[in-house]
């Protein structure tokens, strides 16, 4: 609800429905100091939809520095299917 900027990291097809997903990176004010943030976010196309999403919870924690793409790539391999499931 505090969200300063959103900003497009990539699009590209995590879940292998032939549908590009979006990694997206989020800014908001920390809930520990007097600053901004940058978090992950990941949304998943659902049923192969261009225009319907849900948000990636297992994949919130990434770092956000360097290549993302192949880090949240490894994420997937490291946790399986249940890095694909959509939060609540």
């Known amino acids: 609800d505090q969200c300063k900027s959103v900003r497009l990291i990539a699009f590209t097809d995590l879940n292998n429905d032939l549908t590009d997903d979006l990694l997206l990176t989020v800014r908001l004010p920390s809930n520990r ?20 999403f849900c948000l990636a919870g297992n994949l919130t924690s990434i770092p956000i520095d360097g290549k993302v793409v192949e880090t949240v790539k490894a994420e997937i391999r490291r946790q399986g299917n249940s890095a694909l499931e959509c939060a609540d």
Request: without cysteine.
């Open 33 to 52: 100091h007097e600053t901004d943030v940058e978090e992950l976010h990941v949304y998943l196309s659902l049923n192969g939809s261009a225009t319907q």
